[in-house]
């Protein structure tokens, strides 16, 4: 079945700096994919939901970026800040929804 | 205001306890989910539903059974309580399976001593 592998684990970064958190996928005829962010003690709420058919995808302050052919998604906070601290997920759906380990980002001013 | 609401948000039981986390969701979907989230493993499927009645079975079930009274409503049921089971746990819905969002409830942190 389709696996989902999330790296890495832990990202620390300096405020400015960008963050990069990539997952990387095995089935080929996945179609929707999505990040999720979790701030402490709180919910998971979502960040951006991809499709398949589009591959550069920008959000307010990250990129998100989908190279099918190496089927690898990837999250990029672009000028990270102290608020974007947090847990960030990636989710890659076929016929179930996998979620990769997470990835604990702090950003430090 | 929450679209999702879990209780309890906190509980401690001992080995063989008995347990019921609950979940409510006021989107009007039809998928509820519950999940568990433990460091190293990300998020993990344990039961899911598309409907009052209905339960299937996640990649995790072991251990836990679940019950979908309304299409509002969803409980998770630990009969006998064991120490694998101390996790967050997190109530989500959906419109559809595989393809929609996921919107999580607050998470209902479980201790098994």
């Known amino acids: 079945g389709e696996q989902v592998e999330q790296r890495p684990p832990h990202l620390s970064v300096r405020e400015g700096d960008s963050a990069v958190i990539t997952c990387t996928y095995t089935d080929p005829n996945s179609y929707y994919f999505f990040w999720y962010k979790q701030e402490p003690g709180a919910s998971l709420q979502l960040l951006m939901k991809v499709f398949s058919s589009t591959e550069i995808n920008e959000g307010q302050g990250f990129t998100v970026l989908l190279n099918k052919k190496d089927k690898r998604l990837s999250l990029n906070l672009t000028a990270a800040h102290p608020g974007d601290s947090a847990a960030y997920f990636c989710?890659?759906?076929?016929?179930?929804?996998?979620f990769g380990i997470g990835t604990l980002l702090s950003v430090k001013p | 205001e929450a679209a999702v609401t879990q209780s309890p948000r906190n509980k401690v039981t001992v080995t063989g306890g008995n347990v019921t986390l609950s979940c409510r969701q006021t989107n009007s979907h039809n998928y509820m989910y519950w999940y568990r989230q433990d460091t190293g493993h990300g998020l993990r499927l344990i039961h899911y539903?598309?409907?009052?009645?209905?339960?299937q079975i996640g990649d995790v079930p072991d251990g836990y059974k679940a019950t979908r009274t309304t299409q509002e409503d969803f409980f998770l049921l630990l009969e006998l309580a064991s120490p694998s089971q101390t996790s967050l746990y997190f109530c989500?819905?959906?419109?559809?399976?595989?393809?929609?969002?996921?919107?999580f409830g607050e998470g209902s942190k479980l201790t098994v001593l």
């Open positions: 989710a890659v759906s076929v016929n179930k929804l996998i």
């Open positions: 989500a819905s959906s419109e559809k399976r595989n393809t929609g969002q996921l919107y």
């Open positions: 539903s598309y409907g009052a009645g209905n339960l």
